[in-house]
């Protein structure tokens, strides 16, 4: 199995930044993609940034300029940098990976339990 967990977000004031950690563990192994999502309510969730293992950002349209994401492979951790923060952003922002564990032959993919962020002045 793989736990992610989530540090960060919180209430950020518009205008402003804020920063989402999360780090993957259990029996990982091989990680081939993380990243972030957000859902808020009544609606699905929706891709913000991944990052493929070796490969490019890929980053929604509304994101893109504004939010950074990055890895540390070493310690199998995805950072999301956010500024220029507005209400629409508000959201439940969710961990995401997709690896293999040593538990299974195929891929799967995991998620965190969901850290609040909340743009208001």
């Known amino acids: 199995q793989v736990r992610l967990v989530e540090s960060g977000g919180g209430l950020a004031q518009p205008g402003g930044s804020a920063r989402l950690s999360c780090a993957a563990s259990g029996s990982i192994f091989r990680i081939t993609s993380m990243g972030w999502y957000r859902q808020t309510p009544g609606s699905q969730r929706e891709l913000v940034a991944v990052v493929p293992t070796g490969g490019n950002p890929e980053y929604a349209d509304s994101v893109k300029g504004r939010f950074a994401v990055s890895r540390d492979n070493d310690n199998n951790a995805v950072h999301l940098q956010m500024s220029s923060l507005s209400s629409g952003d508000t959201a439940v922002y969710y961990c995401?990976?997709?690896?293999?564990?040593?538990?299974?032959?195929?891929?799967?993919?995991?998620w965190g339990q969901g850290t609040q962020v909340t743009v208001s002045s």
């Open positions: 995401y990976t997709r690896a293999f564990t040593w538990d299974h032959d195929d891929e799967y993919d995991y």
